[in-house]
């Protein structure tokens, strides 16, 4: 079965760092490899928003709110994509999730709390 699992999550005060970590299991490395991966979040009462993502080859985006502190990677070895977030702000604080786009596979989320 296909799993999509975050961790990494957790509360920090603003100007801190935090690193996401997303992990598939249950396909193997030729399946995982060609799928682009995105990074979203959803604060309370708000929709979800697109904060990151990285293509296949490498290639990455970013929001415009996140451009400049976070910075997603992946390893595709471990079927694992990472998200780092330096200077964090009070505004990032949600509900992070892990998409794998064409898997139409989605991970649970991970909390992150940032207070001022």
């Known amino acids: 079965q296909v799993r999509v699992v975050e961790s990494g999550g957790g509360s920090v005060q603003a100007g801190g760092s935090l690193r996401l970590s997303c992990k598939a299991s249950?396909?193997?490395?030729?399946?995982?490899?060609?799928?682009?991966v995105a990074w979203h979040r959803q604060a309370p009462g708000n929709q979800r928003e697109l904060v990151a993502s990285?293509?296949?080859?490498?290639?990455?985006t970013y929001a415009d709110s996140v451009t400049g502190r976070f910075t997603i990677s992946r390893d595709n070895s471990q079927k694992r994509v990472y998200l780092q977030m330096v200077d964090l702000r009070p505004e990032d604080t949600g509900v992070y999730y892990c998409n794998l786009v064409q898997a139409e596979r989605w991970g649970q989320g991970t909390q992150v709390t940032v207070t001022s």
């Open positions: 990285i293509s296949s080859t490498g290639r990455t």
């Open positions: 249950g396909m193997i490395t030729s399946v995982f490899n060609p799928n682009t």
